[in-house]
């Protein structure tokens, strides 16, 4: 075996990466040691093929490699310097690329793609539920909370706090135990197909195990903001996300768990996420968390009220959301198939993509608003609507007219595929259409 460098070059414009490099490699073990700038990486990427050399060639063999093409990368195992995302690399098309590793033929792959999107999308109404009812004790109960600290009343606060996490660690357990015991009907109600249920079913059974640090992370949250150390929320949200990048592949790919992999990923993430959370509100926090003891039980439930009463608004509309999922669904199953559910797949996540930023904003704002209502600075209060509104108004008309005037560019996200793109675009902008006129139920 024989490796040759031939007067090897690279430029960039009047820069010269790597001028004349010539070697003869057999077999052996072989460094490349050099300053930076010296062209290393440069070398190692025209030897790839990532990069097309200036002048003079490589041979392998006596052949130059350019020729050999998946003859000679065959060969070549290489790690990137750098680990980083190409530009453009949807999930389908990462995807994609994945099973041309284990050769897998595009157009089984493509299928296998379609429906393991479709199965993902088939959970979304569970999602949206688990979110709402975390949605429905958290931010219920943070505002009030908020507003007691602006009375300087610390322990009826911390009471609110105790009462609203107590609540959500029942309602967790209780929505797990209804997903593990009905889940085949439930994917059925979503409008799972026989061919998706083989993908969902068990993405859902795994989905459900992290029902309880879910709404953990997502419901107690906002406490972790409304004591005035936002960071720290955003970095609760943030140890999760940067959790599952990492853990997606992994699971998935490596390991060879497929969809469930996502799953277990996604689990994962969740428990680390709730972890922080509780670790903050029962450690560093001024005022800490912990349930409710049975003497406590009696006292609290005109606080539960008030918590489910105040966050039962903002719980109709994520409900209503998933309602609207689920008939989706199955008129698409009965009249598109699984290539529909896909579509549809695509849109609700631009929707949540969308709608996050809002959510961001509206709880952000909640705990300024509420502590000086608490506080009886009814000017605070004003600015701060104010400020709020003004600022949900203009995110909502700028995504509003990207997604009319370009929805392929959101679309492209997540998906490259010719027939999803026909069929979401004129979806999206439907669905979309009067996005804008939303902020009054926003705020």
Same mark, same amino acid.
Not at 124 to 142: H, M, R, Y
Not at 207 to 215: H, K
């Given at each position: 075996?024989? =490796?040759?460098?031939?007067?090897?070059s690279?430029n960039?414009?009047k820069?010269?990466?790597?001028?004349g490099?010539?070697?003869?490699?057999?077999?052996g073990?072989?460094g490349?040691?050099?300053?930076?700038?010296a062209?290393?990486?440069? @070398?190692?990427?025209?030897?790839?093929?990532n990069?097309r050399?200036?002048a003079?060639?490589?041979?392998?063999?006596?052949?130059?490699?350019?020729?050999l093409g998946?003859?000679?990368?065959?060969?070549?195992?290489?790690?990137?310097?750098?680990q980083?995302?190409?530009?453009?690399?949807?999930?389908?098309?990462?995807?994609?690329? $994945?099973a041309?590793?284990?050769r $897998?033929?595009?157009?089984?792959?493509?299928?296998?793609?379609?429906?393991?999107?479709?199965?993902v999308g088939l959970?979304f109404?569970?999602?949206?539920?688990?979110?709402?009812?975390s949605n429905?004790f #958290?931010?219920?109960?943070?505002?009030?909370?908020?507003i007691e600290r602006?009375?300087?009343?610390?322990?009826?606060a911390e009471?609110?706090?105790?009462?609203?996490?107590?609540?959500?660690c029942?309602?967790a357990?209780?929505?797990?135990?209804?997903?593990?015991?009905?889940?085949r009907? @439930?994917?059925?109600?979503?409008?799972?197909?026989?061919?998706?249920?083989?993908?969902?079913?068990p993405? $859902?059974m795994?989905?459900?195990?992290?029902?309880?640090?879910?709404m953990?992370?997502?419901?107690?949250?906002?406490?972790?903001?409304?004591?005035?150390?936002?960071l720290?929320g955003?970095?609760s949200v943030?140890?999760?996300?940067?959790?599952?990048?990492?853990l997606?592949?992994?699971?998935?790919f490596?390991l060879?768990f497929?969809?469930?992999g996502a799953?277990i990923?996604?689990v994962i993430?969740?428990?680390l996420?709730?972890?922080?959370?509780?670790h903050?509100l029962?450690g560093?926090?001024? =005022?800490?968390?912990r349930?409710?003891r049975?003497?406590?039980?009696?006292?609290?439930v005109?606080y539960?009220?008030?918590?489910?009463?105040?966050?039962?608004?903002?719980?109709?509309?994520q409900?209503?959301?998933s309602l609207?999922?689920?008939c989706?669904n199955?008129v698409?199953?009965?009249?598109?198939?699984d290539i +529909?559910?896909?579509?549809?797949? /695509?849109?609700s996540?631009?929707?949540q993509?969308v709608?996050?930023?809002?959510s961001?904003?509206n709880?952000?704002?909640?705990? /300024?608003?509420? +502590?000086n +209502?608490?506080a009886?600075?009814?000017s605070?209060?004003r600015?701060?609507g104010?400020?709020?509104? =003004?600022l /949900? =108004?203009v +995110?909502?008309?700028?995504?509003w007219?990207?997604i /009319?005037?370009a929805? #392929?560019?959101l679309?492209?996200?997540?998906?490259?595929?010719? @027939?999803l793109?026909q069929?979401?675009?004129?979806?999206l902008?439907?669905?979309f259409?009067?996005?804008?006129f939303?902020?009054?139920?926003y $705020?």
């Amino acid at each position: 075996m024989e =490796l040759t460098f031939d007067a090897l070059s690279k430029n960039y414009g009047k820069k010269q990466a790597l001028i004349g490099f010539s070697a003869e490699l057999t077999g052996g073990i072989y460094g490349l040691l050099g300053p930076n700038g010296a062209g290393k990486s440069t @070398l190692m990427n025209i030897l790839t093929g990532n990069l097309r050399q200036t002048a003079g060639e490589i041979r392998f063999n006596g052949a130059e490699i350019r020729s050999l093409g998946a003859a000679f990368r065959g060969r070549v195992g290489y790690m990137p310097q750098q680990q980083t995302l190409y530009p453009g690399f949807t999930a389908e098309r990462f995807l994609l690329y $994945m099973a041309s590793l284990r050769r $897998m033929p595009r157009a089984r792959a493509l299928e296998r793609i379609d429906w393991a999107l479709g199965a993902v999308g088939l959970c979304f109404p569970l999602i949206v539920v688990i979110t709402a009812f975390s949605n429905l004790f #958290g931010s219920g109960g943070a505002p009030l909370f908020s507003i007691e600290r602006g009375k300087n009343n610390p322990q009826k606060a911390e009471t609110i706090m105790n009462t609203s996490y107590s609540m959500v660690c029942a309602c967790a357990v209780v929505l797990m135990v209804i997903g593990f015991l009905f889940a085949r009907p @439930l994917l059925t109600l979503f409008g799972a197909s026989a061919d998706a249920m083989v993908y969902a079913y068990p993405y $859902m059974m795994l989905y459900l195990i992290g029902t309880l640090p879910s709404m953990i992370a997502v419901g107690m949250n906002p406490f972790i903001n409304a004591q005035g150390y936002s960071l720290t929320g955003m970095l609760s949200v943030a140890i999760g996300a940067a959790a599952n990048l990492v853990l997606d592949p992994l699971f998935i790919f490596v390991l060879g768990f497929g969809v469930r992999g996502a799953a277990i990923a996604t689990v994962i993430s969740q428990f680390l996420s709730a972890a922080f959370v509780l670790h903050f509100l029962s450690g560093k926090a001024e =005022l800490k968390v912990r349930f409710l003891r049975r003497t406590e039980l009696a006292g609290s439930v005109s606080y539960a009220k008030e918590i489910v009463s105040l966050g039962t608004a903002g719980f109709i509309m994520q409900l209503t959301n998933s309602l609207v999922t689920i008939c989706c669904n199955h008129v698409l199953s009965a009249t598109g198939g699984d290539i +529909y559910i896909s579509v549809m797949t /695509i849109v609700s996540s631009v929707r949540q993509l969308v709608e996050t930023p809002i959510s961001a904003i509206n709880d952000g704002s909640s705990p /300024i608003l509420s +502590y000086n +209502y608490g506080a009886r600075r009814p000017s605070r209060v004003r600015k701060a609507g104010v400020v709020m509104g =003004l600022l /949900i =108004l203009v +995110y909502t008309a700028v995504m509003w007219s990207v997604i /009319i005037l370009a929805p #392929g560019a959101l679309i492209r996200v997540f998906s490259s595929d010719a @027939l999803l793109l026909q069929d979401a675009v004129p979806a999206l902008k439907q669905y979309f259409a009067a996005f804008i006129f939303m902020d009054l139920q926003y $705020m």
